[in-house]
């Protein structure tokens, strides 16, 4: 069962979600068995960055307009937006925590810095 933290990004609002913070995108389709498999990970990173990442899915077979101006070829691809620019692509699964320090790589407040800023008060 999918989190209700993981948004869903179509062809009609993609555009308005990727344009502020920080946004994970995760292309897939439903007859794909990696996709099905990155499903916890997705859950999982959208639970952890609630209220500081965006994070969702798009559906390649409902949404072609996007995953074609992407040039989507292979799926499960992520794609991480800063501010509606493209960023990082990764193609095929990937690890919780790589995905992780990838999103926190683009936060303007890491959770180490506000770990640390707690910490020294």
Do not use: Y
Request: aromatic share 6%.
């Amino acid at each position: 069962m999918a989190s209700d933290k993981v948004m869903t990004f179509t062809d009609t609002n993609f555009e308005d979600e990727i344009r502020a913070g920080v946004v994970l995108v995760d292309f897939w389709a439903e007859w794909c068995g990696p996709c099905r498999r990155l499903t916890p990970t997705v859950d999982a990173l959208a639970c952890d960055f609630d209220g500081r990442a965006k994070v969702g899915k798009l559906n390649v077979d409902d949404n072609p307009n996007v995953a074609g101006r992407f040039q989507i070829r292979g799926i499960p691809t992520l794609l991480l937006f800063k501010n509606g620019q493209l960023e990082e692509t990764v193609v095929g699964l990937a690890g919780k925590e790589d995905l992780a320090r990838m999103i926190e790589r683009h936060l303007d407040r890491p959770v180490e810095t506000e770990r640390q800023e707690v910490a020294q008060k």
